[in-house]
């Protein structure tokens, strides 16, 4: 998969999956705008490509603000001279029961995940639709199938599938594919976090997590960083409007 000459954004480039995916877009050859929200880790995930011959630039980046995802775009093109690939990797959680589900825990998931996504596809195909050519990979979640306690975060991964599908028949005509990731149990800080929240080993969370997976193990961010990278390549110029499930197992 060769990537050189492209620019890429990626959204929540700053740790787990979205740090992955720029690192792996990078080692193909594509200029990567790493973006978080905080500076410190999109700054550091940056360096590392720079010290490995890539090119990357750090940007802060607040995915629910339509003026700071307009900059970062606006960032990428700038310094790389274009913009060319898309990864909304920006997501977060808080997860409760719906009695227990709070106005704000709902608005906070539903922001980030699907506004900031929105906001970010918008913004993108602006100079997507110009040049002719794009890609954007959308993460979405297993979890877009039902999942106890992630009302808010199950509706708005289901949410990314139904506006990948929608995105790949509006932007098509213009040479611009746009599909959606579904990784099942991934080892990242936040499924770290959600086995402290609720009071669970991580190391027997993920044995659990392993048994239930015909695979026999849990994901890594990696193995979903490799899947956005063919999803962003020319290898995959006939697949759009489509969910990949990347779970170790059948899913959907």
């Known amino acids: 998969m060769d990537l050189s000459g492209r620019v890429a954004v990626v959204t929540g480039g700053g740790r787990g999956i979205g740090a992955a995916t720029a690192q792996r877009l990078a080692q193909a050859g594509a200029a990567v705008a790493v973006a978080d929200l ?57 997860d409760n029961l719906l009695f227990r589900m709070t106005d704000e825990d709902w608005d906070l998931v539903i922001d980030t995940h699907l506004k900031g996504t929105f906001y970010a596809c918008r913004a993108a195909q602006k100079h997507m639709v110009a ?32 506006l990948a599908r929608t995105l790949a028949i509006e932007l098509g005509p213009f040479n611009i594919n746009v599909n959606a990731v579904a990784p099942g149990f991934i080892e990242t800080r936040m499924t770290r976090a959600t086995a402290e929240r609720v009071g669970v ?52």
Do not use: H
Not at 59 to 64: F, H, I, L, M, P
Not at 236 to 241: A, E, M, N, P, W
């Open 131 to 162: 040049a002719k050519y794009g890609k954007m990979v959308l993460i979405s979640s297993t979890s877009a199938l039902g999942n106890r306690g992630q009302a808010n975060y199950s509706t708005a991964k289901a949410g990314l599938q139904g």
């Open 38 to 94: 905080d500076q410190g880790p999109a700054d550091e995930v940056a360096a590392a490509i720079r010290a490995s011959g890539g090119r990357a630039v750090g940007v802060a980046c607040d995915v629910t603000s339509r003026p700071s995802v307009e900059a970062l775009t606006d960032r990428a093109v700038a310094d790389f001279g274009r913009l060319d690939l898309l990864v909304t990797c920006a997501g977060l959680t808080r």
């Open 201 to 252: 080993d991580f190391d027997k969370m993920k044995e659990d997590a392993a048994a239930r997976t015909p695979l026999r193990r849990v994901g890594q961010p990696e193995d979903v960083a490799n899947v956005i990278a063919f999803l962003c390549s020319e290898q995959s110029s006939f697949v759009t409007g489509q969910v990949v499930y990347v779970a170790g197992g059948p899913r959907g």
